[in-house]
């Protein structure tokens, strides 16, 4: 196979989680890759772990601020730095997720044979083996992200093992790391993509188990209202109305932005006076 696939992962302080990646990858039956470690201030050894083991290999260090859409935005410079080929592989891929001895070869050949397309796999719950998506459906006329009904509704996908060609990677454009630094920034750049006519496919031959428990901040119920407020605000928060509001004039049609962006703001009141509410009660 000729294709040669860049592997962008980016890394932060999950030693062990990144060395049950890099042990599925060290297995794999496809050897042709280069793997980009993108790692964002790590203090727990795991850099050094990663260049003990693999050899086709480039380590780019950062100081703990780029997040997930800086991180993949350092491994887009370095492929644009060193002349790839347009017609090589992409891979934006977490470090939580693990997968089988042919992952790499079968996403290449499906890649090979499917022009102008981003190749997500079927992404399954390591505690469950139930799928968590197959591709994502955006209806902005109610502000819902769903798991797409069929192949024909995906209009989104994530960035947990998306491949594409470099050439196409170059089409689609940039990550916008300061303004969207971490979630929803694999959304913006796959609905970008969609919008450009580059078909989004997330193919049932392929699947990765993720550990889902192992980055964000998801549950925040039950923590007082600071501590709440604090996380709800972060870059970690997946309901972080700031950056919702950023995706929504980022990707949104012209005609829906004032009332998702009310949505937004609406669903965060909410949220921020049920959490006050709920800390009351506790007091009293």
């Not at 060193?82 to 499906?110: G, H, Q, S, W």
């Not at 994530?158 to 454009?173: A, S």
């Not at 039950?222 to 109305?241: D, E, H, I, T």
């Amino acid at each position: 196979m000729r294709l040669k696939s860049y592997i962008i992962l980016p890394v932060y302080n999950r030693k062990q989680i990144t060395e049950r990646f890099i042990d599925c990858l060290l297995r794999q039956t496809y050897q042709n890759y280069h793997l980009i470690l993108v790692d964002d201030g790590s203090d727990d050894g795991t850099a050094e772990m990663v260049k003990r083991q693999v050899k086709n290999l480039t380590v780019i260090s950062g100081t703990g601020n780029w997040w997930w859409a800086g991180c993949l935005q350092q491994g887009i410079k370095w492929l644009e730095d060193n002349n790839v080929d347009p017609e090589d592989v992409v891979v934006f891929i977490n470090d939580d997720v693990v997968y089988e001895v042919d992952f790499l070869e079968k996403a290449a050949r499906i890649l090979e044979m499917s022009p102008n397309t981003l190749v997500l796999p079927h992404i399954q719950d390591e505690e469950t083996n139930r799928p968590v998506s197959t591709g994502v459906e955006v209806d902005f006329s109610t502000l819902i992200l769903r798991n797409a009904i069929n192949s024909e509704s995906v209009n989104c996908l994530p960035t947990r093992g998306l491949f594409m060609r470099w050439g196409d990677v170059q089409k689609v454009g940039k990550f916008y790391p300061f303004l969207l630094p971490h979630y929803l920034s694999d959304y913006e750049f796959t609905l970008r993509a969609y919008r450009k006519g580059f078909k989004l496919l997330s193919s049932p031959d392929l699947v990765i188990t993720a550990n889902l428990e192992a980055t964000g901040y998801r549950n925040l119920q039950g923590v007082g209202f600071k501590l709440f407020m604090r996380s709800f605000f972060s870059k970690k928060s997946v309901a972080n109305p700031v950056y919702w509001t950023v995706f929504v004039l980022l990707a949104c049609p012209f005609r829906w932005i004032p009332i998702n962006v009310f949505r937004v703001w609406k669903r965060a009141l909410f949220m921020v006076l049920k959490n006050a509410g709920n800390s009351l009660t506790v007091r009293e």
